[in-house]
């Protein structure tokens, strides 16, 4: 390496050495590959500054340029997932610049950032633009991108692990095939955590079909990770963990600061609420999620920044983020659900490299004992899970291709060359490159009624653009990747006269939650108890409710499922009578009563138990495979057993097993037969264009396509306003041109998201020749967790028809009464 | 056919409901029997009338002109949907109850299968236009080359067809316009549907277009319209569902 020691340049090894640091390895190796003009992928734990590793090259590559007498383009271009890293970045670059007097302007872009500053950086760039995916989107819908970034020579991407399986990753990632068109000699940096597979990430950040070099940083030293074991005795079930929030508590006293990461911001609230009653010593603690008002989360980001706070307990919301010196201790309350999830948190406390940080793991019920000890194993042995590679989605596509044609006009054999080099669409086939274009000049209707409203237009050069400046400035006020889920401001209630009218703003919370409550129901926000009164507009008009019970939602769990890798390590644990032993008493002896009553499963095995209670039969099986694909498992059984005739009634999934009741006995059923892999063909179709679920992706991809639009000129129009209901439409495309490519998206989208039939596919595959039914006269230890779920999720399989003709029955039976 | 008399909520005079096999729902309004189809249309039996309110046809190329591709099926569904009706039924009168295209320019983005349909729908019978106020906007209500006959309002026996309901009370009232809706949570999950809206003197026919929104029956719109709290007949698949004002929810 002494070849790339000798890279560095004097200047920046003297400020180097006037800091007292002597440069990192791997960010000697980044500079090497900054002079080789390669594409270069620097995966490093946080502490390891791996931001700075990937500025050296251009800092260096700035401070060398010969002086010009014309302003230049922007040189470095930086895209973070979150505006306020980019900040945070924006004041950590300029440190050296200013300590090594570099001749470097470096400016910030964001959604944020004031309209006339906006106009100036696109007359006046600077040598450094750091950004968002959002804005960079926006370039490339501007008609003078290309201009813009003739001079771009390297494009740093942040935080990638967390942006490129998603939609978002698909836009970015669409971008940057346009910035390499611009700027032939640009190079791509990514930036990432640890992750378990380089490769997919390699290929992701290059052009396809070249995979990026790969930077390596040392790794830091190992994590501290505990399972809480509890005085108390573990539950049954739930995701509260509130048998161990007083020790939970002690922890925090005993720690400088301390991050609580929860799955669901109702789990945020509640456990905050409960640390809040124990709070004796009046510890400084906050809440953080996304439901709040955005200038509440900067004060506690910024008070966190100060060091002022014990402790903040948050969702996901602080998985990435700035970095914060005090946090020595990460809690995570109720399990983690994978281990890479676990890792990124993990990595929040102690930025110190050489110093571990510390995890307390605080499991809600017995089984979730399992998955916190399988956590921590893989944290240990540094196993992973990952996500497999992405098939970009073709409404993000027909976005960017509409962006495009706003800028400039485009050739559609160049510009499916240039797709096609975006990881994501490499293998997408001209035959639906074409389709997706149709699609945004006309709609992509069989009936070409559109033609003369057509979006897009061809040339008499044969290249297309967009028909008119009406369509451009609607295209630009609708770009992202980012679906708002639809909102309600939560508002005090005031009297004025007789009416009630809305008073101070509290926050924001779903509609979706808002709309299940009824007049009078109580629910805890931000910490406090409020009853709901009414919804007026786009306000809930509540009053305070001190010391009434908050009733919680439906889908108070978590919202992530177990993933295979963990799930695998659960089950291992299960057949492995070894290690029960070193298990705490409780679940051991539970592990052992299921063995007396019914049976432990092998590691590839799946038990299944059918038994009466009541006059109710039941079936439970225990795949292990999480929440999403169980649940779409249940969905698919009930058909089935619907059709052999055993009367299913209802059924219930977590993330371990499935429980379905019938009136018909289901023990003596051909069980390979009823888990048959072929469920997944006809039954899935017919059931899924019928779920609430495909049209909730429908919704998402009518917006991200553009085919209706969610911010509108002149209006600000919020989802809830929009004059027509996605759902009608999906209805009549559905009959009248079920092949259309937006159905064809929300089918793909469903499938594997809320869904999840890949992972179902999976595990249909692994159980198949495997199921051990087991009949017993009543229901089994490992059951009782299952069970004890029915009743506090909403009937899943309840349909809408029901609850019209139960509400209409109670009318009748109240006329034949009067009768 | 078996009546029963409803009596939910504070109503003073109970309402005649009545099932049918087809999934109507049969009501006494104005001491006449008429049938609310689960398509949202209705069946006046003493006349033979057909009935259907709000159809906003071409509804989807109004948007397409702004630039939102709406699926250019929504005349095409909504046709579908009243031919179904008109087959079962087969009336002496058929009665568009107003608002029957989106917008002035409607008419002339009718594709001409669909005008030909109208046509068919009307032969053979009687087919009344009653003026609704995104017809008239320009002071148009020449038909063109469409079948049938223009009427501000229309009178049956004790009943008052018109698009716009009155304000206040008014007895004997048929008309559309709001494009009810009416919603229930229960179980901890929401349903809204188009609905029906009568207290047995006055009748508000849920929207017929395929993409006709809903304004919910609790919304402000409505007060005063009736003398007791209404009933809502809410559409249901292949049946209509008669839901007390008490057990409904606003949005």
Redesign the interface.
Known sequence: MDGARAALPPRFQAWFEGRGWSPRRHQLDMVRMGLEGRDTLLIAPTGGGKTLAGFLPSLIALSERAPRNSAGGVHTLYLSPLKALAVDVHRNLEIPIAEMRLPITVETRTGDTPHAKRQRQRTDPPDMLLTTPEQLALFCAWEGARAYFADLRCVILDEIHAIHGSKRGDLLSLGLARLSQFAPHMRRVGLSATVNDPDLLRRWLAPAPRRADLVTGDPGAPPVVDVLVSQNAVPWSGWTARHAMAEVYQAIQRSKSALVFVNTRFQAELAFQTLWEMNEANLPIALHHGSLAAEQRRKVEAAMAREELRAVVCTSTLDLGVDWGSVDLVIQLAAPKGSSRLVQRIGRANHRLDEPSRALLVPAHRFEFLECEAARQAVEANDLDGEPARVGAQDILAQHVMGLACAEPFNVQDLYAEVITAAPFADLAWEDFERVVDYVA??G?A?R??DR?A?LVRGKDGRWRARSA??IA?HRMNVGAIVEIPMLSIRLAASRGQQRVAGRKIGDMEESFL??L?PGDCFLFSGRVWRFE??AGLDALVVPAPGEEARTP?WGGSKFALSTYLAKRVRRMIADRASWPRLPDAIHEWMTLQELRSKIPSEDEMLVETFQRGRRHFLVAYPFDGRISHATLCQLLARRLERAGRQPLGFVANDYALAIWALQPMGAMDMDGLFQEDMLGDDLEAWLDESFMMKRAFRHCAMLS????RRQPGAEKSNRQV???TD??Y???R???PD?LLLRCARADAAQGVLDVARLARLLKRIKGRITPVELDRVSPFAVPVLLEIGRE??AG?G??A??????D???A???E?? | MRWVRVCADAMETPILLARSDCGALWIELMGAPVGLRPSGALWIEHQSALVAGDLHLEKGSSYARGGQLLPPYDTIATLDRLQADVDAMNPRLLVLLGDSFHDPQARGRLHEDDSRRLASLAAGRTLVWAEGNHDTRNGSTALGALPGEVADELALGPLTLRHEPRPGLAPGEISGHLHPCAKVVLARRGVRRRAFVTDGRRLILPAFGAYAGGLNVCDAAFTGLFEAPPLAGALGDGRVHPLPFSALCGD
């Open positions: 006309n709609g209707y009936l009624a559109y409203f979006r009406d369509i609607r709309e299940q009824s009414t919804i439906s553009g085919l209706i639009q004059t027509f209901s009608l439409i209805d009549v495309l009959r009248h041109q259309h909403a009937v309840a809408a028809e609850l019209l003709q139960e509400t209409a109670a009318l009748i109240d006329a034949m009067l009768n």
